[in-house]
């Protein structure tokens, strides 16, 4: 069952469709959610959902795509923090829902999402970056953060020139235009 589950996640016609179609399906998202949306719980799930985005800007402020490695930043407590960034910036739009069970379909879907997307990436940066990267997977988690590091120097990296460049500000802008969209239906049309 797994197996099949992990190669539904990795076939290429599947992914090909969803990466054209992320877009129309995020918005879809939170048109389910504002449906289903509990008011109370609007700034619990804003929250969780800024401390997501914040991760994600720091991770896109410090990380140089495909030109080198990335040891500075979130990249020294944790290897993908962007994904960890990711989880949570969608989690808070799926807590406001209050329901369990689809708080474990997410995190469920969202595990073989990164799993799978994660296993791809590695193959694809030993092969760009070779030993570096070795070393570098050898002695940083995958998932949960070492906040052992927290002392390292480079963990305060942020490059607002490489944020930009990695489209950061376009990522916030998104999730603020969501927000916005779900704050303003709860309060005046629903």
Known sequence: MLTAIHALFNHPTLRRIFLKSRYLLAVALVALIAHYAQPRLLVAGFLVSLFGQAIQLWSFGSLVKNQQLTARGPYVLVRNPMYLGRFFLILGFV??????WAVVAYTAFYYFYM??????????????LGEPYRVYRASVNRFLPNFGKLGDPMVRFLDFTVLRR???????LATLIGWATLYLYLSYLR
């Open 95 to 100: 807590l406001i829902v209050c329901n369990v």
């Open 115 to 128: 799993v799978n997307r994660v296993r791809r990436e590695e193959v694809r940066l030993e092969q760009l």
């Open 166 to 172: 990695n489209n950061g500000h376009w990522n916030l």
